[in-house]
C-alpha cells in the first residue's frame, strides 16, 4: 500500500524500473546546485521511503543517504529519490523463498588463494552466503 502512495505520489506509475537504488559513482554533496524552491514532495518522499524500509530493507542504506539533506534538499537529491522510487517498481516480484520446515541459519562459506594472480599479485576471493537452504549473496572467483 505504502509503496504504492509513494510512486503515485512521485508521478512515476508510468516510469521504467531500473536494477539499483542508486546510481553509481555519483557523489552526494550539500553544496551542489540550486535549493528546491518547495522542499515539501522531497520531505514527502523521503519519509514515505523511511518507512518502507521496514518492510523492504534492501533500500535502507539509500534511504539513510538521501535523508542527511532533508534540511536542505536539492534537485539532485530529489531525482536520487526518484531513481530509489523507479527501483521500486521492479522489486515487486523479487524476494528470497524460505520453504516451510526450513531451518534458518546463517551460512557462508569462501575461498581464496593468496596471491594466485602473476600480474597483479592478489588473492582471487570467491564466497557465497546462504540464509537457510536460499542464496543471498554471493561472488564468484574471476
Not at 551542489?32 to 533500500?59: A, H, M, W
Request: aromatic share 10%.
Amino acid at each position: 500500500m505504502v509503496r504504492g502512495v509513494t510512486i503515485a505520489l512521485a508521478g512515476l506509475q508510468e516510469s521504467s524500473s531500473v536494477d539499483t537504488p542508486l546510481e553509481l559513482n555519483v557523489r552526494y554533496r550539500h553544496d551542489k546546485e540550486d535549493l528546491l524552491p518547495d522542499p515539501t514532495l522531497f520531505r514527502q518522499l523521503v519519509g514515505s521511503l523511511n518507512y518502507l524500509t521496514i518492510t523492504q530493507p534492501d533500500i535502507s542504506f539509500v534511504v539513510q543517504q538521501v535523508s542527511q539533506f532533508m534540511h536542505a534538499p536539492r534537485h539532485l537529491y530529489l531525482v536520487a529519490v526518484r531513481h530509489i522510487i523507479r527501483y521500486l517498481l521492479g522489486t515487486s516480484t523479487r524476494g528470497l523463498f524460505f520453504p516451510s520446515g526450513s531451518y534458518i541459519r546463517l551460512n557462508a562459506f569462501s575461498d581464496s588463494d593468496w596471491a594466485r594472480c602473476s600480474d597483479t599479485r592478489r588473492s582471487v576471493i570467491g564466497w557465497c552466503m546462504f540464509l537457510g537452504e536460499s542464496l543471498i549473496s554471493w561472488k564468484s572467483k574471476k
